[in-house]
């Protein structure tokens, strides 16, 4: 049987969009993606919890669009002009609840991509109802912008997300190990993102290759013993 050691080699992810599995679980939002030309008044809204996926499809978009991808807590009203210019992504709009500079940026952002004919996309977790923005204006921009939610993941895209995430730390894990893990942990893409920083860890300062029962020490130290 080959062995696989882990190597603290750099994590490269991938972010193409080969790499984006599609399942019943995301499939709408992917869908709206590459229909981002027909997008209701140019704009588009994805949501779901950390680790769905939503950095990748924003990545995919700004490929087909030539997009500019920037984090909403990084937004300047001194620099919105100049990004209205094109298509633009905004990540994690969520995070600038409470935070009016940002807020006020982006609602300029969001107006002069309208007016310039621009496609513009936001990302963030939850619906904007539950963002606790505090400046009405863009609150209800983004409430009126159309919304694809990234749902928790089925067995099929779990197994395919751990698998990719193992990649990026490059890392094979076997069928079997896969298959043991997504028996037993939790059913969320955070859970999975994790559980491959704790095994490439552990199995890093141990020297000892990628198995079920290192998974097991992870997953449930009390049944460690049996494995």
Request: negative net charge; proline residues 6%.
């Amino acid at each position: 049987m080959t062995t696989q050691l882990s190597f603290d080699l750099p994590v490269r992810p991938a972010l193409g969009r080969d790499d984006f599995f599609i399942s019943p679980s995301n499939q709408i939002a992917v869908s709206r993606i590459d229909s981002w030309p027909h997008w209701s008044n140019r704009k588009m809204l994805i949501t779901g919890p950390q680790g769905a996926g939503k950095t990748h499809l924003t990545h995919v978009w700004a490929k087909q669009s030539g997009a500019t991808i920037i984090d909403a807590k990084q937004l300047q009203e001194d620099t919105v002009a100049a990004l209205s210019l094109g298509p633009v992504a905004v990540e994690d709009v969520h995070l600038i609840a409470g935070i009016e500079a940002q807020q006020t940026a982006l609602f300029h952002l969001h107006n002069m991509c309208l007016e310039a004919g621009q496609p513009i996309l936001f990302t963030g977790r939850k619906d904007p109802q539950h963002w606790h923005l505090t400046l009405p204006d863009l609150d209800s921009r983004l409430r009126g912008t159309d919304l694809a939610q990234l749902n928790a993941p089925d067995d099929t895209l779990l197994r395919a997300v751990l698998i990719k995430l193992f990649s990026d730390r490059q890392l094979s894990p076997s069928p079997e190990l896969v298959t043991y893990v997504v028996r037993r942990i939790n059913r969320s893409f955070d859970a999975a993102q994790t559980l491959v920083l704790e095994m490439d860890a552990l199995s890093l300062a141990e020297r000892r290759p990628l198995s079920r029962g290192l998974a097991a020490r992870l997953l449930d130290p009390v049944q460690d013993d049996l494995i």
